[in-house]
Nanobody, 124 residues
Framework: QVQLVESGGGLVQAGGSLGLSCAAS????????LGWFRQAPGKEREFVAA????????DYAGSVKGRFTISRDNAKNTVYLEMNSLKPEDTAVYYC?????????????????WGQGTQVTVSS
């Protein structure tokens, strides 16, 4: 069982930066792939980034590659999402998610555990 709690959302101007954190409970944190998804009003939940448990493999959506960075600190059971050069179209509720296997990472339905989400709003 894994419980996830996001923090760090807020309001930022276009071109600015914001960092999100996701604290996880559970003794097998290292075993889990962790991902970030986002959902804007009226749109489907979409993949943002994912990071493996121990290999350091990272994957990004094309829309955020080069601007966002996902990282994790297994000692702190925390995954981070650093967001730079933010655009108004990045406005969404951002969710942290976890699953056991590093496969099917782009599919939100493949993730077993989810946080409650944190709002990110980018003004133009």
């Amino acid at each position: 069982q894994v419980q996830l709690v996001e923090s760090g959302g807020g309001l930022v101007q276009a071109g600015g930066s914001l960092g999100l954190s996701c604290a996880a409970s559970g003794r097998t944190f290292n075993d889990y792939l962790l991902g970030w998804f986002r959902q804007a009003p009226g749109k489907e939940r979409e993949f943002v980034a994912a990071i493996s448990g121990t290999s350091g493999r990272r994957d990004y959506a094309g829309s955020v590659k080069g601007r966002f960075t996902i990282s994790r600190d297994n000692a702190k059971n925390t995954v981070y999402l650093e967001m730079n050069s933010l655009k108004p179209e990045d406005t969404a509720v951002y969710y942290c998610a976890a699953r056991a296997a590093y496969s099917n990472i782009y599919n939100s339905g493949a993730y077993r555990y989810w946080g409650q989400g944190t709002q990110v709003t980018v003004s133009s």
